[in-house]
């Protein structure tokens, strides 16, 4: 099962993001208003301000933890460092792709 087949979205896989992020907020499974706003700054340079976070499930055994909600944001990331901290996962990357 590939990730856009479960959540109907295109993930973009991240070695380099620290969180996971998504504009969707219909994914949200569970979702929490920040205290405090953090501004976030994208590759592109531009900075963006975060007031949400939440789970999204994006495999019937996998589940994405404090997702950032980005409002506006185009992409939905995956920040490979983060599923592997959060969960007992091991990924593997090759030519063709990666599997968890």
Known sequence: MQLDEFTGMSWIVNTGASDHMSSHLPLFTQKRELQRPILIKLSDGNTKTVT???????????????????????????????LLEDGDLVALFTQKGFMV
Do not use: E
């Not at 019937?60 to 506006?72: A, E, G, S, T």
């Open 52 to 82: 949400m976070v939440g789970n999204i499930k994006i495999h019937p055994n996998i589940v994405l933890k404090d997702v950032l909600y980005v409002k506006n944001f185009k992409y939905d990331l995956l920040s490979i460092s983060k």
